[in-house]
T-cell receptor
């Protein structure tokens, strides 16, 4: 059974700082690893998706890496802004036959202070 | 363009009542997923549809939970004889993903239905 852990649970940084969020997973047989953002009272917004054959993906100030052998992924946010404040969730997509499911971590609550 | 739409946004029910939650996925999306998110936790998988076929319902907590997608578009999650532990946010997601060949397709989430059982 896949288990996903995110560290730290909460992070508070001053505006402009670069930061790294960590995600680890127990089952390396994933099809992809996804990072999401969740604002209070809202659903999830997909930020980056890394397929199992890839090592990293970049979008603007965001860069996500994937190391399947060690069961780890990181989300790097450059030059953080107050608008980046949200909960960040990582999830691994696994398969059991024809069934596919995302397993989520509990998230990292990020606060960027002006 | 239109995203995933869920209704109602909030639902309050008394213990023992039946509830029905609706999800309108993005048009053309083959796959549809339901998740349950408790306060302070990540979403937990409930069930997965590919078109009208329910391929995985292993995450449904009990036989009081039932999901359907009869025409391969709109889906309904029904909870019978609700209990207090059913209180959570129920999220729906859709995707062009159709198995391993679509592993580069992200899931698009609705804003969820916040269910409170009194």
């Amino acid at each position: 059974k896949q288990e996903v852990t995110q560290i730290p649970a909460a992070l508070s940084v001053p505006e402009g700082e670069n930061l790294v969020l960590n995600c680890s997973f127990t089952d390396s047989a994933i099809y992809n690893l996804q990072w999401f953002r969740q604002d209070p009272g809202k659903g999830l917004t997909s930020l980056l998706l890394i397929q199992s054959s890839q090592r990293e993906q970049t979008s603007g100030r965001l860069n996500a890496s994937l190391d399947k052998s060690s069961g780890r992924s990181t989300l790097y946010i450059a030059a953080s802004q107050p608008g980046d404040s949200a909960t960040y969730l990582c999830a691994g997509l696994n398969s059991g036959g024809s069934n596919y499911k995302l397993t989520f971590g509990k998230g990292t609550l990020l606060t960027v202070n002006p | 363009g239109a995203g995933v739409s869920q209704s109602p946004r909030y639902k309050v029910a008394k213990r023992g009542q039946d509830v029905a939650l609706r999800c309108d996925p993005i048009s053309g999306h083959v796959s549809l997923f339901w998740y349950q998110q408790a306060l302070g936790q990540g979403p937990e998988f409930l069930t997965y549809f590919q078109n009208e076929a329910q391929l995985d319902k292993s995450g449904l907590p009990s036989d009081r939970f039932f999901a359907e997608r009869p025409e391969g578009s709109v889906s309904t999650l029904k909870i019978q004889r609700t209990q207090q532990e059913d209180s959570a946010v129920y999220l729906c997601a859709s995707s062009l993903f159709r198995g391993a060949g679509g592993s580069n397709q992200p899931q698009h989430f609705g804003d969820g239905t916040r269910l409170s059982i009194l």
